[in-house]
């Protein structure tokens, strides 16, 4: 059986609203053990949420000036 392919490395964005933090993660190819993490934390009821985009920095930036949120 042919392996499956990973996809191209990739940031994950991890943002809790709670707190109006955020950290960027990465690069990845597998954010499956952060959204484990993430379902765990919205189970308890938190507000979490993850996004997964290409630029680390460019990332950073826009969360950071658009939603008002710290860097972590």
């Not at 993430?38 to 985009?53: E, S």
């Not at 630029?55 to 972590?72: F, R």
Request: proline fraction near 6%.
């Amino acid at each position: 059986m042919p392996r499956r392919r990973l996809p191209d490395p990739f940031y994950l964005v991890v943002i809790d609203e709670d707190k109006r933090q955020f950290t960027v993660e990465g690069p990845m190819q597998d954010d499956t053990a952060w959204n484990t993490c993430v379902c765990d934390a919205q189970d308890q009821g938190r507000h979490v949420a993850t996004v997964r985009g290409v630029g680390g920095s460019a990332i950073a930036a826009e969360w950071k000036s658009t939603d008002n949120h710290t860097l972590v």
